[in-house]
């Protein structure tokens, strides 16, 4: 089991340039979900999918920002255009789909607004 | 929407003294699972509890979950520089698999 891979590891880009992250899940796992953590506000949920549908996109914190999950095995999440408060560490997350399913996280983006 | 606060915000302790971290939610919640997130890493399951009143260990670890199943608890025993890290716990909000996490508390253990 390679657990949840996320690419790249590190961005640094210019304000206004759009960013594109990416995520494979573990194979098997019917949700996906993306976090943001930053020291003001932590670990937060922007979207979440089950069977590659959007539940829950009510964390994303404006129409800079998308995701799509196009199958089970990869999904997207892009920001365009970028601002410096932006930068954060962005981690997707897959499980099951059960409700008292562990999350598994992937080793996350760490995004650089400049 | 579900909140879920944890105390306290840091904690530095001496190798060897306990440590307890305390996680209350503003909704019951079904189940509570607890995370640890070493530095500059990724969060990663620790453990779960369902029931009222629940009680787990695991070695030097001890989870608690409330009777009216709105908190939680995590102590360690003796702690070593390998519990050095945050720990979130998190919730389900609603029926569905969406998870709200605390808001951490994180572990310095000095030598």
């Known amino acids: 089991d390679a657990g949840v891979i996320q690419s790249p590891r590190h961005e640094v880009t210019e304000m206004g340039q759009e960013v594109t992250l990416r995520c494979k899940p573990i194979?098997?796992?019917?949700?996906l979900f993306w976090y943001r953590q930053t020291m003001m506000r932590g670990l937060e949920l922007l979207i979440y999918f089950n069977n590659n549908v959007p539940i829950d996109d009510s964390g994303m914190p404006e129409d800079r920002f998308s995701a799509k999950m196009p199958n089970a095995s990869f999904s997207t999440l892009k920001i365009q255009p970028s601002e410096p408060r932006d930068s954060a560490v962005y981690f997707c997350?897959?499980?099951?789909?059960?409700?008292?399913?562990?999350?598994?996280f992937g080793n996350g983006t760490r995004l650089t607004v400049t | 929407g579900q909140q879920v606060m944890q105390i306290p915000q840091y904690q530095h302790v001496q190798e060897g003294e306990d440590f307890t971290t305390y996680c209350n939610s503003s909704?019951?919640?079904?189940?509570i699972q607890w995370y640890k997130q070493r530095p500059g890493g990724h969060p990663v399951f620790l453990i779960q509890?369902?029931?009222?009143?629940e009680v787990k260990k695991q070695k030097r670890l001890t989870f608690q979950f409330g009777e009216a199943k709105k908190n939680s608890s995590l102590h360690i025993t003796a702690t070593q520089t390998t519990d050095v890290g945050t720990y979130f716990c998190a919730g389900p909000e609603g029926g569905g698999n969406k998870l709200t996490f605390g808001t951490g508390t994180q572990l310095k253990v000095e030598l």
């Open positions: 997350a897959s499980s099951r789909t059960a409700s008292n399913s562990p999350l598994h």
């Open positions: 509890l369902v029931k009222s009143g």
């Open positions: 909704t019951t919640l079904s189940n």
């Open positions: 194979s098997g796992h019917n949700s």
